[in-house]
């Protein structure tokens, strides 16, 4: 079974700044990762697909990068309603896919 | 606008039985895996079930095997999943899921199941 393991498990950041998460897969997933998003009390919404391609109507602060083991997604100036729970997901050993433990990012 | 909205979580003892449903619209249900996934409270999500398109392969995680049932009726565009043996670790919000070439997405909105005496 592939793991993922992101990181920081918590990220303080201010309105503006930008946002750098990271997850590392255990072996070599190519580029099928993605990358979702959660609020409090919501489903998750895919933001990433295939490492760096945005899902529809995501915004362009939204990038995705890396490919083989490290993987990261960026927000280049945080708006409020980016205040969520990340995870990455593997799609390269599917079925069945893993998620990572997620990056809480939180304001400071 | 393609739509999941999932059915049948409640409270239930351990040992007990509780069956899902997921009602799926907007989309060819039938030309879809589909997935279940689930997030016990305050923790991360954790794949648990999913079917292929016509029902011929279905995979588990391995904590559920030989109690957990996944299955669909592509006549009523429906997902479900049949939960048996129920223990404790099981109590989450489970998600249905729709499994596309490249991402699992959309997610219904979710459905709590809490196991407990």
């Known amino acids: ?108 | 606008e393609v739509q999941l909205v999932e059915s049948g979580g409640g409270l239930v003892q351990p040992g007990g039985s509780l069956r899902l449903s997921c009602a799926a619209s907007g989309f060819t249900f039938s030309s879809y895996w589909m997935s279940w996934v689930r997030q016990a409270p305050g923790k991360g999500l954790e794949w648990v079930a999913n079917i292929k398109q016509d029902g011929s392969e279905k995979y588990y995680v391995d904590s559920v095997k030989g109690r957990f049932t996944i299955s669909r009726d592509n006549a009523k565009n429906s997902l479900y999943l049949q939960m048996n043996s129920l223990r404790a670790e099981d109590t989450a919000v489970y998600y249905c899921a729709r499994e596309g070439i490249v991402a699992t997405s959309p997610w219904g909105q979710g459905t709590m199941v809490t196991v407990s005496s």
């Open chain 1, 1 to 108: 079974e592939i793991v993922l393991t992101q990181s920081p498990a918590t990220l303080s950041l201010s309105p503006g700044e930008r946002a750098t998460l990271s997850c590392r897969a255990s072996q070599s997933v190519s580029s099928y990762l993605a990358w979702y998003q959660q609020k409090p009390g919501q489903a998750p919404r895919l933001l990433i697909y295939d490492a760096s391609n945005r899902a529809t109507g995501i915004p362009a602060r939204f990038s995705g990068s890396g490919s083989g083991t490290d993987f990261t997604l960026t927000i280049s100036s945080l708006e409020p309603e980016d205040f969520a729970v990340y995870y990455c997901q593997q799609r390269s050993n599917w079925p069945p896919s893993t998620f990572g433990q997620g990056t809480k990012l939180e304001i400071k």
